[in-house]
Every structure is written in C-alpha cells, then in structure tokens.
C-alpha cells in the first residue's frame, strides 16, 4: 500500500505561487498514475490535475489550466503542484492521490490511496 504525504502549503495573496509536493512511500511509485485534487466545506472533491506514469501525459480541470502545473520526478518518488496567478477561489484543502492503473482519470473514486491534505489560503 502507497502511502502520500503532502507539503507546502500556506497562506499567499491573489497573484502570487505556492508549490506542493506529495511523497510516496513506495518505489513502485513510477507506475503509479498521480492526482491532484481540492476540497472545500460542504463541497465535493474536485478534480485539479493528474499525470501518468511518465508524466507525458497530463490533464488539468479547465479553471485551473494555464495556472497550474503538474510534475513528477519518479526518481524521488514525488509529484508536484506548482500553481501560479493564485486567486482567492482556489483556496481549498489540497490532495494528492495515488491510482495504481495505466489511464489517467479525473474521478476521485477512480484513486484508492489519499494524502492527508494540506490547507491553502489565497487572501485578496
């Protein structure tokens, strides 16, 4: 079982960048397809981004393209989230997730294993 644990968090002002990581246990992590995905109070778990194994391929939920993007360097077992031009919209709790299959996907029940989140703040 992969475990994730995030980081990097924080509180920024509007236009400004915050960078997250997530740490996976496993070395297994290069054939692991990786999620990105946020959360408010009351909302349901919204997609933000995700990459395959290799990182070649990747998507991203429409209000977050062309700010944000994702990476992942297999040899640290680690993806990032590196989100620019931050608006006070995108203040969320931020998760990764880990899916062990070939295709990404933008559902959150597609993913079996959670990080524990980490709360960003973006004031205006």
């Known amino acids: 079982q992969v475990q994730l644990v995030e980081s990097g968090g924080g509180f920024v002002q509007a236009g400004g960048s915050l960078r997250l990581s997530c740490a996976a246990s496993?070395?297994?992590?290069?054939?692991?397809?990786m999620g990105w995905f946020r959360q408010a109070p009351g909302r349901e778990r919204e997609f933000v981004a995700a990459?395959?194994?290799?990182?070649?391929?990747?998507l991203y939920a429409d209000s977050v393209k062309e700010r944000f993007t994702i990476s992942r360097d297999n040899a640290k077992n680690t993806v990032y989230l590196q989100k620019n031009s931050l608006k006070p919209e995108d203040t969320d709790v931020y998760y990764c997730a880990a899916r062990r299959a070939e295709q990404v996907s933008t559902t959150h029940h597609d993913y079996g294993t959670w990080g524990q989140g980490t709360q960003d703040t973006v004031s205006s």
């Open positions: 990459a395959s194994w290799t990182g070649g391929t990747t």
């Open positions: 496993r070395s297994t992590f290069s054939t692991i397809v």
